[in-house]
Nanobody
């Protein structure tokens, strides 16, 4: 089993930055891709960014050039550096990992004030 614990959310003004972290524990050798989704109440969860075990990354068009995903294999941790934040980035951010199945973290709230 793999467990994910997120941290780093909070309240920030527009134009500011936050860094989210997601630490994996358990049977981490089975993890392939990790990444982040986000969800606003009443809307579907949407992809933000992903990173494979080989380091290939993928971003939603809405965050390209502003967000950067990275991964520390030794710490089994994935990071999401979010810069130039906009009120539209306000959401609950969920970390995920693909193993024998998809595992989700508990979510962390990011609020960007205008």
């Amino acid at each position: 089993q793999v467990q994910l614990v997120e941290s780093g959310g909070g309240l920030v003004q527009a134009g500011g930055s936050l860094r989210l972290s997601c630490a994996a524990s358990g049977n981490t050798v089975t993890i392939n891709t990790m990444g982040w989704f986000r969800q606003v109440p009443g809307k579907q969860r949407e992809l933000v960014a992903t990173i494979t075990s080989g380091g290939s990354t993928n971003y939603a068009d809405s965050v390209k050039g502003r967000f950067a995903i990275s991964r520390d294999g030794a710490k089994n941790t994935v990071y999401l550096q979010m810069n130039s934040l906009e009120p539209e980035d306000t959401a609950v951010y969920y970390c995920y990992a693909t193993s024998y199945r998809i595992i989700w973290g508990q979510g962390t709230q990011v609020t960007v004030s205008s």
